[in-house]
């Protein structure tokens, strides 16, 4: 740090002031004039503190507000919250919605009880009817509850699988899905247009839902088993989030019983003990449900975020050892499973364009349409009518658009189990199924790799860079290049049985690369070969587009 960014400057020692005189918060006005005093002393660290505090508010960007629980406009608090529900309320009233019913929901972490109370306060002091739900429950459940009381927005105080001192703010709107553009920009300038906190009226008044409302998605959840058989041992965890009740009541209406949960990751806990990052992707985050499932010799693994919208799958090899499947595997399995209990030529099933295209020969196979969209389910879930399945490769399923029009970690459990348990009843296991599926539509094999780069302007410029020369050949094959500007800022690279795709994210500072390379597979003695043919060329183009990138700000590709 220069000595002059040491300093704190009047601009942040005067906007510190006017939000510590604008929150309604007493803990947390106490906190920032905390870091206020240390700043104004000449501590350093301070000030580096506070100007980031300050440094603007959080973005209500594609997936709502998500960011550190602390004091200041750039941290998720009852002051953040209360002006953000102001916005949206006059965002509803903007649409004709004023009076409408809107449900908060909440998961277990740090701050999520307070802000969803202020939350519900200002749209009830707004005139709107609102519906708590009665304790912290799955984000599913939220969503389903838009649509089964038939709401006009769906607010979940929820960070997802964020690191332990996040939390977050998710908003849905009638249609029981996400808010897509321009929505989002519209709520964004309405809560820019929002008084100080302090000054935004708060009302009791609230209803909590019943027992009912659970009851209702447990009873939906229920009858989504295409199988007969319930013979299936289980192994599941919440990792420390609020899926662990509901996924063993789903599954217990639905007839699977033999359900054996993580211990020490079974009740919420907002500190998350065990994972410092509570992320099913994460490296070693499933370490002790792999570890339980080998115990108690279980067919199936099942790993929920903390919020339980995501769901991850593990199973047996032949060797013995078990892994968890990747989020492709999983999708392709789950959306097979879907289309061969339904009339292909009425069903439409989705995915990404950076999740794996078997989707699409599946579909073809059964007759069904297929359908690609941006990234996220809030795209996925608008993919078409007739929608029976959509997955996206970051362990998001939805197999049950009809009453959950998002990702659905606990229904996608449910039904999980029934393919387990299928598989199971026909002597086979769910890697016995991922080889008929490769012997049928040939081998999809997908990778990623992240550049991390803080700086966005040097990612916008390594973007142009591979925009502007972009390369003809991956792998020993021909490639051309489609820009998906300015719809998304997407790059497509693709040819016979390779494709990539650049793209910066949008919740992280990083560039993203979705790597998929496909062999075919004559005959089942030739699946093998194929697939040592298709990891070879997968570590070719890796090493290609690794080199193509570079290293960015001495971060180099991974």
């Known amino acids: 740090m220069t000595e002059q960014s040491s300093r704190l400057t009047p601009a942040v020692r005067d906007q510190a002031f006017r939000w510590i005189a604008d929150d309604p918060d007493p803990a947390t006005r ?24 300050m440094e603007g508010p959080l973005t209500f960007g594609t997936a709502g507000l998500r960011g550190p629980v602390r004091a200041g406009p750039n941290g998720m608090n009852t002051a953040v919250v209360v002006r953000t529900t102001a916005g949206v309320a ?14 908060v929901g909440r998961d277990a972490r740090h701050g ?13 002091a707004a005139g709107f009817a ?86 209702a998605y447990l009873s939906r959840c229920a009858v989504l088993p295409r199988g007969t058989s319930r013979t299936v041992r289980v192994a599941a965890t ?72 995501r769901c991850a799958l593990g199973a047996r090899e032949s060797d013995g050892t078990w892994r968890m499947l990747r989020g492709d595997e999983t999708g392709v399995l789950l959306g097979d499973h879907v289309l061969s209990t339904v009339n292909g030529a009425d069903a439409l099933v989705a995915t990404t364009i950076v999740s794996s295209s078997m989707l699409a020969d599946i579909a073809e196979t059964y007759g069904a349409r297929y359908a690609e969209t941006l990234t996220g389910f809030k795209w996925l879930a608008r993919a078409g009518d007739g929608l029976v399945y959509a997955y996206e490769e970051a362990l998001g399923v939805c197999v049950n658009p009809d009453f959950v029009r998002d990702k659905d970690g606990i229904a996608a459990s449910v039904l999980a189990c029934d393919l387990a348990a299928t598989t199971k009843s026909a002597g086979r296991t769910l890697f016995d199924a991922l080889d008929h599926l490769a012997v049928r539509h040939g081998v999809y094999l997908t990778d990623q790799i992240s550049v991390r780069i803080p700086d966005l302007r040097a990612r916008a410029e390594l973007m142009a860079r591979v ?65 040592r043919t298709a990891t070879d060329r997968l570590a070719t183009l890796r090493e290609e587009i690794s080199s193509l990138l570079g290293p960015v700000n001495g971060s180099p590709a991974s």
């Not at 649409?95 to 449900?103: D, S």
């Open 130 to 215: 609102v519906t708590v739900l009665p304790a912290p429950l799955p984000t599913p459940v939220l969503a389903f509850a838009v649509g089964h009381l038939g709401a006009v927005a769906g607010i979940q105080i929820t960070a997802s699988h964020n690191p332990p001192a996040d939390n977050g703010y998710k908003l849905y709107d009638g249609s029981g899905a996400q808010i897509v553009p321009p929505s989002d920009q519209e709520v964004e300038a309405a809560i820019a247009g929002a008084p100080a906190a302090v000054s935004v009226p708060r009302a009791p008044g609230t209803t909590t839902a019943g027992g009912d409302l659970l009851e």
């Open 238 to 309: 919440a990792m420390h989030g609020v899926g662990a009740d509901v996924l063993e009541r789903a599954l217990a209406a639905a007839g699977f019983t033999d359900v054996h949960l993580v211990a020490e990751q079974a009740r919420p806990d907002p500190d998350f003990p065990t994972v410092s990052f509570p992320n099913p992707e994460e490296p070693g985050a499933t370490d002790l449900l792999l570890a339980l499932a080998a115990e108690v010799d279980a067919d199936l693994a099942i790993a929920l975020d903390p919020d339980a919208d």
């Open 112 to 124: 999520s009880e307070r802000f969803a109370a202020a939350a519900a306060e200002v749209l009830t």
């Open 90 to 103: 006059s965002w509803l009233r903007g649409r004709g919605e004023a009076g409408g019913t809107v449900v």
């Open 30 to 53: 106490t906190e920032l004039q905390t870091v206020l005093a240390q700043a104004m002393s000449g501590d350093a660290a301070a000030v580096a503190d506070l100007a980031e505090r």
């Open 467 to 531: 925009r502007a020369e972009p390369p003809s050949t991956l792998a020993g094959t021909p490639v051309t290049a489609e820009d998906l500007l300015p719809d998304a800022d997407v790059l497509r690279l693709r040819g016979d049985g390779v494709r990539v795709v650049l793209r910066p994210s949008g919740t992280e500072p990083k560039l993203k690369v979705y790597l998929e390379l496909t062999a075919e597979v004559a005959t089942e003695d030739d699946l093998p070969a194929a697939r």
